[in-house]
T-cell receptor
């Protein structure tokens, strides 16, 4: 079984400050890891993903995340927050089976607020 | 035009009514999914379909049914709606081949309220 834990349902940072959203996963097989973002009144869109290879992955809008197997973590960071980053962020995990890529399991989400 | 569309976008109904939520996609993807989103619970999978003849239950399928009418259409039905089915419902698609095999593409959501 696989699961995702996002620490902190709400995070507030000042504009220009570092953004750090935490995600830990549990998976019995090598995972695929994702961050999705949901802007107000919109569906989810992919921010970045880790499948194989380089453990530091870069996504859209200046976000990046690092896969740390020893810590079972996939934390999302951005060096300098912008007002437009205010949204809800979801971490998700899936894995490859004999049927191809299995379904995503989502975390409970972290709502990011940017303070002017 | 949006690649994944959902109708209706908002719906208010009464307990016991039958409701159908529709999803259409122009991405040509074989795989389609229905999720519900509740505050503090994230997204939970209701049903998924890997092709027209393949339907699978997700983690919270009780009280729901689906129909995959064509590659591009995947409908979710609530046979007898109840208030705890009040939620935001999302449809998503994915393509199992190629570089973006593991990316899901989401529709804009349907906000359903059951009174």
């Amino acid at each position: 079984a696989q699961s995702v834990t996002q620490l902190g349902s709400h995070v507030s940072v000042s504009e220009g400050a570092l953004v750090l959203l935490r995600c830990n996963y549990s998976s019995s097989v090598p995972p695929y890891l994702f961050w999705y973002v949901q802007y107000p009144n919109q569906g989810l869109q992919l921010l970045l993903k880790y499948t194989t290879g380089a453990t530091l992955v870069k996504g859209i809008n200046g976000f990046e995340a690092e896969f740390k197997k020893s810590e079972t973590s996939f934390h999302l960071t951005k060096p300098s927050a912008h007002m437009s980053d205010a949204a809800e962020y979801f971490c998700a995990v899936s894995f490859i089976s004999n049927f191809g890529n299995e379904k995503l399991t989502f975390g409970t989400g972290t709502r990011l607020t940017i303070i002017p | 035009d949006a690649d994944v569309t959902q109708t209706p976008r908002n719906r208010i109904t009464k307990t016991g009514k039958r409701i159908m939520l529709e999803c259409s996609q122009t991405k040509g993807h074989d795989r389609m999914y229905w999720y519900r989103q509740d505050p503090g619970l994230g997204l939970r999978l209701i049903y998924y379909s890997f092709d027209v003849k393949d339907i699978n239950k997700g983690e919270i399928s009780d009280g729901y049914s689906v129909s995959r009418q064509a590659q591009a259409k995947f409908s979710l039905s609530l046979e007898s709606a109840i208030p705890n089915q009040t939620a935001l419902y999302f449809c998503a698609t994915s393509d199992p081949s190629g570089r973006l095999a593991d990316t899901q593409y989401f529709g804009p959501g349907t906000r359903l309220t059951v009174l």
